[in-house]
Antibody, heavy 125, light 112 residues
Framework: EVQLVESGGGLVQPGGSLRLSCAAS????????MNWVRQAPGKGLEWVSYISSSSSTIYYADSVKGRFTISRDNAKNSLYLQMNSLRDEDTAVYYC??????????????????WGQGTLVTVSS | DIVMTQTPLSSPVTLGQPASISCRSSQSLVHSDGNTYLSWLQQRPGQPPRLLIY???NRFSGVPDRFSGSGAGTDFTLKISRVEAEDVGVYYC?????????FGQGTKVEIK
């Protein structure tokens, strides 16, 4: 069974830092690209960042570029999001979500097929 | 960035009746590989999003066949043939054709 479990959320002051983790199990983590998506309280979904299976390709939303860093450790089946210079508007539930496998050059497989339960980040003084 | 616009934003539906949600993208979602990476997600209250439909019309594993997707280019539709109580929630379209991936605003489906 595919499982994604986020952790690391909490209350942090504006300007502070936090590191989120996403532990993956039930599939070959090293074969899949991954994403972080967030949802502010009562709001819709916002894509945050993408990392390819080998970490060779990384993308960020403009709203977090230069402040957030996505990374992964395939040996530990884990995805990370280092968040620096946090702002009030970064307050949200942060989800990790699976993307395509690296061998899917034809786009056969679905992406965003599995999501974690999310971890809440609250930025407030 | 590709803007995804959903209508309606709220859809009160009678149990057993159909529901339909439209999603329009600001530019074509046809990828250079020939696929159209338009998906539909369901988010029940208090739950993470769940994939329903991918590449316009492909139902994900375990999704009931009362859910169907259609469309092409820039115009897409999610249909629920007969709404059940468990279908209450917010539905999002999303595109993964061009970075940044983007989502529609969400459509709230509720029972009348």
């Amino acid at each position: 069974e595919v499982q994604l479990v986020e952790s690391g959320g909490g209350l942090v002051q504006p300007g502070g830092s936090l590191r989120l983790s996403c532990a993956a199990s039930g599939f070959t983590f090293s074969s899949y690209s991954m994403n972080w998506v967030r949802q502010a309280p009562g709001k819709g979904l916002e894509w945050v960042s993408y990392i390819s299976s080998s970490s060779s390709t990384i993308y960020y939303a403009d709203s977090v570029k230069g402040r957030f860093t996505i990374s992964r450790d395939n040996a530990k089946n884990s995805l990370y999001l280092q968040m620096n210079s946090l702002r009030d508007e970064d307050t949200a539930v942060y989800y990790c979500a699976r993307d395509h496998p690296y061998y899917d050059s034809s786009g056969y497989y679905p992406n965003f097929d599995y999501w974690g339960q999310g971890t809440l980040v609250t930025v407030s003084s | 960035d590709i803007v995804m616009t959903q209508t309606p934003l709220s859809s009160p539906v009678t149990l057993g009746q159909p529901a339909s949600i439209s999603c329009r993208s600001s530019q074509s979602l046809v990828h250079s590989d020939g696929n159209t990476y338009l998906s539909w997600l369901q988010q029940r209250p208090g739950q993470p999003p769940r994939l329903l439909i991918y590449k316009i019309s492909n139902r994900f594993s375990g999704v009931p066949d009362r859910f169907s997707g259609s469309g092409a280019g820039t115009d897409f539709t999610l249909k629920i043939s007969r709404v059940e109580a468990e279908d209450v929630g917010v539905y999002y379209c999303m595109q993964a054709t061009q970075f940044p991936w983007t989502f529609g605003q969400g459509t709230k489906v509720e029972i009348k």
